[in-house]
């Protein structure tokens, strides 16, 4: 399945605690469209969060966020892994 790589911009800032809950919805909606939510990084002070996520496509991944907590990523980048 293809991953994707999200990225979000929180003007102010944003709080662990906050992205943490955030990433508890995506992971109470994501079965419905085929989704799994993988990681997610936070620079809080920036205001970035990084997700990473597998997903059948780009707007199925948005489509978990928007309607588990309506924050859908600025950018989203279908990547690969490698070590």
């Known amino acids: 399945m ?7 911009t929180i003007e102010g800032g944003v709080s662990e605690d906050d992205v943490a809950g955030a990433h508890r919805k995506d992971l109470e909606t ?13 620079d809080e002070d920036a205001g970035k969060i990084f997700c990473l996520v597998e ?6 991944a948005s489509t978990v966020h928007r309607e588990a907590h309506g924050l ?3 950018e989203i980048y279908r990547v690969s892994e490698h070590t």
């Open 2 to 8: 293809p991953l994707f790589l999200d990225v979000h």
């Open 30 to 42: 994501q079965d419905e469209y085929g989704v799994s939510y993988l990681r997610y990084w936070v």
């Open 55 to 60: 997903a059948p496509s780009a707007d199925d």
């Open 72 to 74: 859908v990523g600025d």
